[in-house]
């Protein structure tokens, strides 16, 4: 893991590079994910309609780490997007049992080391939960490969 006072999203649509938000597993009546905040938002400002690509992920796969695929509307080509649960609702501090998941999904996918994969502090923010405590030293066994973002 390379720690990186930087974008997240600087390299979203650079190949070979996997940009990943933070997510929970909330569905609103509408039935759009709640992506009301930090990451998340910026990825709905970047891919509007993300919100719904999310739900239907959640509904049919469950709250569990993996890559959607967002259209990009120029070149017919799709843009992956990683998501890692770190909440089972928006309202709650972030489960390090499910940020522990996510970061196990990001060594299973990073290990081979054919791409750069970007992540947020996971459940740093608005999950409330101390970088150097409790979230760090989960994060601190992933490849270099995998740079966290601040």
């Given amino acids: 893991m390379?720690?990186?006072h930087s974008d997240l999203f600087e390299c979203h649509r650079v190949p070979g590079h996997l940009v990943c938000v933070s997510t929970n597993g909330t569905i609103k009546r509408n039935g759009a994910a709640v992506m009301g905040r930090g990451c998340a938002l910026q990825a709905t400002r970047i891919h509007p309609g993300v919100?719904?690509?999310l739900s239907k992920y959640?509904?049919?796969q469950g709250n569990v780490p993996g890559i959607l695929f967002l259209p990009t509307g120029t070149n017919g080509k799709?843009?992956?997007l990683g998501i890692l649960p770190v909440k089972y609702n928006w309202w709650e501090k972030a489960d390090l049992e499910l940020i522990r998941r996510s970061v196990e999904w990001l060594d299973e996918l990073a290990t081979p080391n054919t791409r750069t994969i970007h992540v947020p502090?996971?459940?740093c923010g608005n999950g409330g939960r101390s970088w150097e405590r409790e979230v760090r030293p989960l994060?601190?066994?992933l490849p270099d490969n995998v740079i966290?973002?601040?």
């Fill in 51 to 53: 919100q719904v690509d």
């Fill in 58 to 60: 959640l509904r049919s």
């Fill in 78 to 80: 799709n843009i992956p």
């Fill in 121 to 123: 502090r996971l459940g």
């Fill in 2 to 4: 390379v720690e990186s």
């Fill in 148 to 150: 966290v973002h601040y």
């Fill in 139 to 141: 994060m601190r066994g």
